[in-house]
T-cell receptor
Framework: AQSVTQLDSHVSVSEGTPVLLRCNYS??????LFWYVQHPNKGLQLLLK??????LVKGINGFEAEFKKSETSFHLTKPSAHMSDAAEYFC???????????????FGTGTQLKVEL | DTEVTQTPKHLVMGMTNKKSLKCEQH?????MYWYKQKAKKPPELMFV???????INESVPSRFSPECPNSSLLNLHLHALQPEDSALYLC??????????????FGPGTRLTVL
């Protein structure tokens, strides 16, 4: 079975300081991992994905994540937070092997990022 | 075109009404998904369509009835809903591949309120 643990439900940073959102996963397969962002009353936007290529993944808006198999982690980072980064962030792992019937995703419980002036 | 569109943005309905949610994508994706999201929670998968056929139904009550008329359109028909069905309903789509996972692209959602 697959599972995702987002270690912080809320993170607060000052604008211009680094962001770290932590995610640990459990998977019976070689997983694919994603980070999605959701602004209030909006849909989910893909930030980045890991699919067994490079372990350091660069995404949109200056975000990146590193896949560490030994630590079963996929933490999201950004060097300098911007006010527009304030949102809910979901770490997601694929459930099971890829199929022709659509992919099931396992979502973490989310981390609310607050950015203060 | 790299977006998933959903209509309406907001919907208020009574428990005896019949309404439909609509989702559309023109990215050539052959998998489409319905999710339900309650406030402060992650999305919960409801249905998956693969090549216009229902492939996954996550034990959703029959008052929710999905339909995939063609490869670009996905509908969710609603009938006799309960107040606890009030939520944000998200549609998503993705490519299908037996070898790799493909990311899902999400629409902006329909905010449903059941009175």
């Amino acid at each position: 079975a697959q599972s995702v643990t987002q270690l912080d439900s809320h993170v607060s940073v000052s604008e211009g300081t680094p962001v770290l959102l932590r995610c640990n996963y459990s998977s019976s397969y070689s997983p694919s991992l994603f980070w999605y962002v959701q602004h209030p009353n909006k849909g989910l936007q893909l930030l980045l994905k890991y699919t067994s290529a490079a372990t350091l993944v660069k995404g949109i808006n200056g975000f990146e994540a590193e896949f560490k198999k030994s630590e079963t982690s996929f933490h999201l980072t950004k060097p300098s937070a911007h006010m527009s980064d304030a949102a809910e962030y979901f770490c997601v792992v694929t459930s099971g092997g890829p199929t022709g019937g659509g992919n099931k995703l396992t979502f973490g419980t989310g981390t609310q990022l607050k950015v203060e002036l | 075109d790299t977006e998933v569109t959903q209509t309406p943005k907001h919907l208020v309905m009574g428990m005896t009404n019949k309404k439909s949610l609509k989702c559309e994508q023109h990215m050539g994706h052959r998998a489409m998904y319905w999710y339900k999201q309650k406030a402060k929670k992650p999305p919960e998968l409801m249905f998956v369509y693969s090549y216009e056929k229902l492939s996954i139904n996550e034990s959703v009550p029959s008052r929710f009835s999905p339909e995939c008329p063609n490869s670009s359109l996905l509908n969710l028909h609603l009938h006799a809903l309960q107040p606890e069905d009030s939520a944000l309903y998200l549609c998503a789509s993705s490519h299908l591949d037996m070898m790799v996972y493909n990311e899902q692209f999400f629409g902006p959602g329909t905010r449903l309120t059941v009175l």
